[in-house]
């Protein structure tokens, strides 16, 4: 089920993943047109639907997609998977080292049957290297890659970054790796198998760090503090709640403008904060000036004044914040979807890629099993009546 004149229209994927990482991906690329199929075992699918027993952790990650069950611990079920996949353009799996190639469905299986799919596999650690075997979840992807030791204070323990950096961030390396082997195969006429690693993503989000690292050696954690300019770090707001805060970011030429806005114009000549090594060494009484002014406005009043001032600004909106914030509804960022078991519905994010020629229509996540008669139809030729057999079987 694609949607027309989209970017990924024509293109079907098969989803046989689970939790974040390749539901990720998945959906955004459902975002752009294509057929996702989320394959699921018939007896409770993706594991993220029994989180909480809410499925909100299912839903936020399988919009656009259509949920067909498969036994593939039955012959009959292997059979219509084949089938599937001698149809489909791309396969997304997460499972455990070795898990599809013990079923007989690995890579090498099904390029025989598909020499054109491209087989994607995320993994923790990889399918090579020293740490293939280990299993890997969010905090370890990060504690391996490198950004735990890089977030937080210098007398605190390294810190775990709740931005998903590990399962989303590796959702989003595959699509890329995706729609570059999908773009390589109009060239070669074959697909191939591509690989991310959540150990590999994480690392190439930190690449700044590894440069601090080579100019200075490990880094030291500094908290909310970007660099040596001043200011570069939050500043509590009123009335003073537990995210009442603002992060100005000025660079050198940007303090005239933080002068002016704060009111005081002879902060600008003074020799404490001249230069910006003048106001790095003399921060914590710069610092202070700035916090008496913003904790006399609100943090969405400081964001304005800073940002008609050209000086970078921006409110640490919390998560309710951020669901009506009018700047993300306008561009379709906060959406609201309808679930049948779900009263009122859910929101959730929408897709922040934006293609003047592929615009977006959300569709509600599946139930489990809901498109599995439309789908095997479809691609397998399955009547009613042979259907209700293969449930009978277990098969689907």
């Not at 029994?50 to 059979?79: C, H, I, Y």
Request: aromatic residues 6%; hydrophobic residues 35%.
């Amino acid at each position: 089920m694609t949607t027309p004149n989209q970017a990924l229209s024509g293109i079907r994927v098969i989803d046989m993943t689970h939790n974040q990482a390749g539901p990720a991906c998945a959906q955004m690329m459902g975002f752009l047109g294509a057929d996702v199929i989320k394959l699921e075992e018939p007896k409770g699918g993706d594991v993220a639907r029994a989180q909480n027993n809410d499925e909100l952790f299912f839903l936020v990650f399988n919009a656009n997609k259509r949920s067909l069950t498969l036994n593939l611990k039955t012959e009959a079920g292997k059979e219509l998977f084949r089938k599937v996949i001698a149809q489909s353009d791309v396969l997304i799996e997460n499972f455990g080292p070795g898990a599809l190639d013990r079923m007989g469905l690995g890579w090498k299986e099904l390029q025989k049957i598909n020499p054109r799919l491209i087989y994607a596999t995320i993994k923790g650690f990889g399918t090579y290297g020293p740490h293939a075997h280990f299993k890997s979840y969010e905090p370890i992807a990060q504690a391996m890659g490198g950004a735990m030791c890089v977030t937080g204070t210098a007398d605190g323990p390294p810190t775990y970054n709740w931005p998903a950096i590990g399962d989303s961030g590796t959702g989003m390396h595959m699509a890329i790796a995706i729609l570059a082997a999908i773009n390589q195969r109009h060239t070669t006429g074959r697909g191939q198998h591509v690989e991310v690693a959540m150990q590999d993503a994480v690392l190439n989000l930190i690449r700044i760090s590894l440069r601090e690292h080579q100019r200075n050696g490990v880094p030291v954690r500094t908290g909310n503090q970007l660099g040596k300019n001043v200011p570069g770090t939050t500043f509590r707001c009123a009335p003073g709640g537990p995210n009442d805060y603002v992060y100005i970011y000025a660079q050198p030429q940007m303090w005239a403008g933080v002068c002016k806005v704060l009111g005081r114009p002879e902060l600008e000549s003074n020799p404490l904060f001249k230069t910006n090594p003048d106001r790095w060494t003399n921060r914590v009484a710069l610092e202070a000036i700035i916090t008496e002014w913003t904790m006399q406005r609100s943090k969405h009043e400081v964001m304005k004044l800073m940002g008609d001032a050209g000086v970078p600004c921006g409110a640490c909106q919390d998560t309710g914040e951020v669901m009506a914030d009018p700047h993300l509804k306008a561009r379709d960022m906060i959406v609201e979807l309808d679930y049948p078991k779900r009263k009122g519905g859910f929101k959730t994010v929408g897709s922040p890629l934006k293609l003047s020629d592929s615009p977006v229509t959300f569709r509600r996540p599946p139930m489990l099993g809901e498109h599995t008669g439309e789908v095997l139809a479809e691609l397998c030729g399955v009547d009613s009546g042979r259907l209700e057999k293969l449930k009978t079987e277990g098969a689907v």
